[in-house]
């Protein structure tokens, strides 16, 4: 039975938007775990935060970082993610009937404890996450996305709504 319900597109097409409008749709009290927002300047994106489902928010990756790990342009803040991210899955795991993993990324996949949480907890089907996934192949994330009990929507501009609606509707399915 799939428990995991992923998001998949280019970049900038909408999935952190759709997670938002999910997590609206069942309820702030149901739902824990974390998006990631852009940060951006008059003109151009410049970095990313991570937001908790509880109002915490921390830097993650910003082109002002003087990280030695770079993504890109942007260097990442692993000890921040960690702190952040890893703490609000445990919680949400514990006291919510959803967890909101956005995203399983370049950025977040070098972290090695959050490669490990993530795939130990597809891999157990017990709790209900969605998220969004890179569209891009890499070694760490095509083992999760081959895992049993994931279920996969690749988001266009021309499908956004419908999957949206799709995603919806086989978690409430669930819920």
Request: hydrophobic share 40%; aromatic share 6%; glycine share 6%.
């Amino acid at each position: 039975m799939e428990t995991c319900f992923l998001l998949t597109g280019k970049p900038r097409v909408g999935k952190s938007t759709a997670i938002v409008q999910l997590i609206n749709r069942i309820g702030a009290e149901h739902v824990g775990g974390f998006y990631t927002e852009e940060i951006r300047s008059d003109t151009d994106r410049i970095g990313f935060n991570c937001v908790t489902l509880d109002g915490e928010s921390e830097r993650i990756a910003s082109v002002d970082s003087t990280s030695s790990i770079r993504i890109g342009r942007y260097g990442v803040e692993i000890e921040a993610f960690e702190n952040l991210a890893l703490t609000s899955i445990r919680q949400s795991l514990m006291t919510k009937n959803v967890t909101v993993i956005d995203e399983i990324g370049y950025m977040q996949m070098l972290s090695v404890p959050f490669r490990k949480m993530v795939y130990n907890m597809v891999s157990s089907s017990q709790h209900l996450i969605i998220g969004t996934i890179c569209l891009d192949s890499h070694p760490e994330i095509d083992k999760i996305k081959e895992l049993p009990g994931i279920k996969l929507y690749v988001m266009n501009e021309e499908n956004r709504e419908l999957t949206t609606e799709a995603l919806a509707n086989d978690l409430f399915r669930l819920l």
